[in-house]
């Protein structure tokens, strides 16, 4: 046996090869829970350290915005975990973050007109993106106007890419909505958005391309939250609540985030309504990779427990290989390695 799997619809169980020894299976079993492995699906790798994001939970990441040919050496290296990424934000000129003192050159693609938009996404698809990032921040600058973001929408998904947008300031989530947006990169935190447009939100995949959020709540206040961790909260919860798409993203590199899995995080999205099986669909999300698996040490909770539980236990998780677990002397870790305080 493996320990209890627990495996919410929609995600594969954790198979583990044939090869891997019973007193393997057993030690693990024993000392802990095997589980399908974690995304952040929120980071810039540029602003961090990323050694110790395995041993911290974290088995794969999505990097929303640096300079491409750097993502790009992220994505060959073993060391780290699985890394899609976007590549450069396409903005507005002079738009957000065009003018940030942490943007390097080359992280940024300001896209004029609509051509130049179907260009950037082309840039970016060439220099390896797995989706494109638009910024639509409309109280820190200009943002594209409906028929480049339009562009930006049509080319990246006649090119096989989701497109994530930074949407903040009045009426851009709803733009962005309009726009087909695949993704938000931060649950809403600007306004309260309205029970309609969250039902229509969150309806949308029955018909077309499914809208998701990713989560981001820790970083309003980073553990003293601010007004707009509770709106962010709030209108994640009733997105949830009417079948909305949540992932786990935690735009680490913006502020005192851990580098791994951030408890507060997984807290905050709990308190939002989240219970163990969304925690976990939150987590693994669509795109899990390969050959890695989440383990967490120790018992896990009764399944009873609340939400809150279950995300303190979640963030205690380490990354283990598969291909590790074929020596017969394999000692899966005995405590926890961190995750965040
Ligand atoms: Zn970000």
Redesign the pocket.
Known sequence: MTGPLVVPPGVAPVALPADVPPEVRRRLGECGTLLPPFTDA?V?LGLVDPAPLRAHGVAAVHD??WVSGAAAAWADDPALPRVLYAGAFLTAPGGYPSDRAWAPAGAVEEVADPDAAAAAVDRQVAAGASFVKVALHGTAGPVPDDATLAAVVGRAHARGCDVVA?AEGPGQVARAFEAGVDRL?HAPFSERLPDELLAAMAARGATRRPMTWLSTLDIHGWGTPTPEHAVALDNLGRFAVAGGRVRYGT?L??GPLPVGLNARELAALAAAGLGRRSLLTALVGDDPPAGLVSFVPGPAPARADDGAVHAAWLARATVLDLADLRDPAFVPPAAAPGGAA
């Open positions: 929120h810039h929303l915005g930074h990169a735009d590199g913006n």
